[in-house]
């Protein structure tokens, strides 16, 4: 039959497909170094506030997550490698482009912001929605590899992105990084296809339930939008990026001002974070495979809660400074890590670019609320004390969400499912 013709051809090396889709996530995770830039550009702009500065980084956030849902619907028509191909070219363009918004905040909110976070949101789904796709046998395992590259992006950014700074500007810099990331985002959209129709990896066969309590279904996006569930891991999502982006924007000022380090020192907790980043996009993944999706975000809810309340005690030791913030990021990249798989127990792998696509909204909005009140906070307070207590706050609520959610019954309101995409 042809859905076993399909499994055993394999449609092509998928473990080629997912070092390609880590490459590309690579490139675009290297957004998460923007606060290295903070400072100088603070500078640049004439001793710019922390909220006008961080602003950028917002619309970026913003952008991205709409976009996401863009590229969602676009492969769902074309295909991802195509829509990986226009995200690389909008990315790389958009950092080169900031090289010239000296002097001009808002060319740096429209190039940085606008046109960069578009490529961003556009790439990141691709290597998401196809290679859920490519692993139903691995599907936590697998987004977890995959969204661990755009966690990891920041690794060696900070520290390029630093030298280049120190020796040359941060407008300078853009335009070298721009460059980087149109090469590699390109190259690794030239391996992005999905797999033929009615695919299974060889010797596997779909159970009736996931690890992550979900059930074999395939809604379509309005069908989706008809369950209270989609909101709930809406919700999920976006309480989770509030907290931990908020940390990511202001890494280095944060080490600076709470452990006194050099702004040397204080860079490399960006480096740091992005680890943790990174390997809990990976961790917490491939432990919802075990114990279930839920299960994951309550806990990681909790453990950023009381982390929170620490922080603002920890004083000079760096060292610790950096372990509560590295284990607070890899729970905001546990939620990106554990979501997408969460998302197809739930509504089935089908149409998940469109149904997770739209989901990443949240990203958007926890992108603007984080980063705002951190920097509201600073500039009205000069400390990070009030910040992390009302974010601790909010996550220890948020919890809540995470213990009640449970699977959607199948019914009429899962529509017919409708295959996503060509194949290239």
Not at 124 to 153: E, H, S
Not at 224 to 235: E, G
Not at 306 to 326: E, N, Q, R, T, Y
């Amino acid at each position: 039959m042809a859905s076993q013709a399909a499994s055993s051809s394999g449609g092509g090396n998928r473990v080629v497909i997912a070092i390609a889709g880590v490459v590309m996530q690579v490139a675009l995770g290297a957004v998460y170094a923007w606060s290295v830039f903070r400072d100088p550009l603070a500078e640049a702009y004439g001793g710019a506030s922390a909220t006008a500065v961080n602003t950028t980084f917002s619309i970026t956030i913003f952008t991205l997550g709409f976009a996401a849902f863009a590229g969602g619907l676009w492969m769902g028509r074309s295909g991802p490698r195509i829509v990986a191909l226009t995200a690389g070219v909008l990315y790389g363009l958009g950092i080169f482009l900031a090289s010239f918004a000296e002097g001009s905040l808002v060319l740096l909110y429209l190039t940085y912001g606008l046109i960069a976070g578009a490529g961003i949101g556009l790439g990141y789904i691709v290597p998401v929605a196809t290679l859920i796709k490519w692993f139903p046998d691995k599907r936590g395992f697998i987004t977890g590899i995959a969204v661990a590259g755009f966690g990891g992006g920041a690794f060696v950014t900070a520290f390029v992105a630093r030298s280049l700074v120190a020796s040359s500007g941060p407008f300078s810099a853009f335009a070298i990084l721009g460059i980087i990331y149109l090469i590699m985002v390109v190259g690794a959209a030239l391996f992005m296809k999905n797999p033929p129709e009615g695919y299974r990896p060889p010797g596997w066969e779909p159970e009736e339930s996931g690890a992550g309590g979900g059930v074999r279904a395939d809604y379509d996006l309005g069908g989706a939008l008809k369950t209270w569930q989609w909101f709930a891991l809406w919700a999920l999502l976006f309480l989770n990026v509030t907290a931990g982006i908020a940390i990511i924007t202001e890494a280095a000022p944060i080490a600076a001002e709470i452990s006194g380090v050099s702004a040397t020192v204080a860079a490399s907790l960006v480096s740091i974070i992005s680890v943790g980043n990174a390997l809990g996009r990976f961790f917490w993944a491939w432990l919802s495979d075990a114990i279930g999706r839920k299960w994951v975000f309550f806990v990681m809810f909790l453990l950023q809660a009381v982390l929170l309340v620490l922080l603002p005690f920890v004083g000079a030791p760096f060292v610790l400074l950096a372990i509560l913030s590295f284990i607070i990021v890899s729970c905001y990249g546990g939620g990106f890590g554990t979501m997408p798989a969460f998302s197809a127990d739930y509504f089935g792998p089908t149409n998940v670019g469109k149904i997770y696509g739209l989901m990443l909204t949240a990203w958007s909005f926890g992108g603007v609320l984080g980063p705002l009140l951190i920097s509201r906070v600073i500039d009205s307070t000069g400390s990070y004390s009030l910040a992390f207590f009302i974010l601790a706050g909010i996550l220890a609520a948020s919890a809540i969400v995470a213990f009640i959610v449970r699977p959607p019954r199948r019914g009429s309101e899962a529509g017919v499912p409708q295959a996503e995409g060509a194949r290239a």
